[in-house]
Nanobody, 124 residues
Framework: QVQLVESGGGLVQAGDSLRLSCATSGRTLNMHRMTWFRRAPGKEREFVATITWSDNYTYHTDSVRGRFTISADNAKNTVYLQMNGLKSEDTAVYYC?????????????????WGQGTQVTVSS
């Protein structure tokens, strides 16, 4: 089993910054990829950003590129999402997820483990 625990969400104003953390534990040896998804009210869960443990290669979706940055601390088994220039449309529950896939995968069904989520609310 793999455990993922997110933290760092909160209520902020437009333009502010937040850093989300995802602490991983358990049998993570085969989990090559970590990804942040989000689910806004009334919408489907959507891909935000992804990173591989082996080389920290990253990929961000267009709507957050230049504002959000995913990173990983391999020694701490923790993945982060630095969010700058937050907008009201970034309001959502943010989830981290783990996948065995080495290649980039962006759909939720391709992920094996999920955290419980952390709420981010951006007021305009």
């Amino acid at each position: 089993q793999v455990q993922l625990v997110e933290s760092g969400g909160g209520l902020v104003q437009a333009g502010d910054s937040l850093r989300l953390s995802c602490a991983t534990s358990g049998r993570t040896l085969n989990m090559h990829r970590m990804t942040w998804f989000r689910r806004a009210p009334g919408k489907e869960r959507e891909f935000v950003a992804t990173i591989t443990w082996s080389d920290n290669y990253t990929y961000h979706t267009d709507s957050v590129r230049g504002r959000f940055t995913i990173s990983a601390d391999n020694a701490k088994n923790t993945v982060y999402l630095q969010m700058n220039g937050l907008k009201s449309e970034d309001t959502a529950v943010y989830y981290c997820a783990a996948s065995r896939s080495i290649r980039i995968v962006t759909t939720p069904i391709q992920y094996d483990y999920w955290g419980q989520g952390t709420q981010v609310t951006v007021s305009s």
